[in-house]
């Protein structure tokens, strides 16, 4: 199916709405999609799920960040960060030629993906040594990530441990649960104790191509405005 860009530009102009009535009318942010690619997500690339899905986060992009582009991620047991960002010239059929048959699928770990996202935007420690000691430098704009998977994880204690080293950091991440699974850790992450700022939100959808846009973009940006204000405070943005 081609690409329906009529539907695209009212998709953005309903975040640039949505960011003036919350305050971010002139805001801007690194928009990040992490997607799992474990094996249980195999149908919902088939059938064109993840394709739909794909097309409406990138209008987050084009109302957020400069260059009209998301820096996509696949995550499974690691992380692949993948060559190409998400922009209006190779949204039609990305999934189908970028991702389907170029990866391998597997399980489920969350850190991995995390962490690199945070080596490839956090800025370079303030003080250091040869990269040793120092500050985390202040990020001129946030990173904004949407983090997307239909099921928990193995690795809790490694990612409770990343998600706290990220909110040190201007890092914000929109944990989206899809499916009927009960997803009691990202409800745990969402509350996690010891971080220097909540950075983490959570909602879960039963069934995402069928949730309307009406809902989902205020979902995803539920929390966002608030986290940005704290986080300017307290000096880790700009």
Known sequence: MALDLVKLRERKESVLNLKKDMGLGSQKAQVVLALDYSGSMGSLYANGTVQD??????????AF??????????FENGSV??????????LDGYIQNKV??????GGTNYAPVLREIQRDFAPKKQGSFLGLGGTPGKMKDPVYIIFITDGDNFDRSETEDIVRSMSEQGFFIQFVGIGRESFSFLQKLDDLKG??????????????KNFPDSQLYPSLMNEFPGWVAQARNLNLIK
């Open 195 to 208: 971080r220097k700022i909540d950075n983490a939100n959570f909602f879960s959808i039963s069934d995402i």
């Open 81 to 90: 960060k993948l060559p190409e960002n998400i922009t209006l010239k190779n």
């Open 100 to 105: 389907i048959g170029k990866y391998s699928m």
């Open 53 to 62: 899905t794909v097309e409406r986060i990138l209008p987050l992009g084009l």
């Open 65 to 74: 960040d400069d260059n009209g582009e998301v820096d996509f991620y696949l």
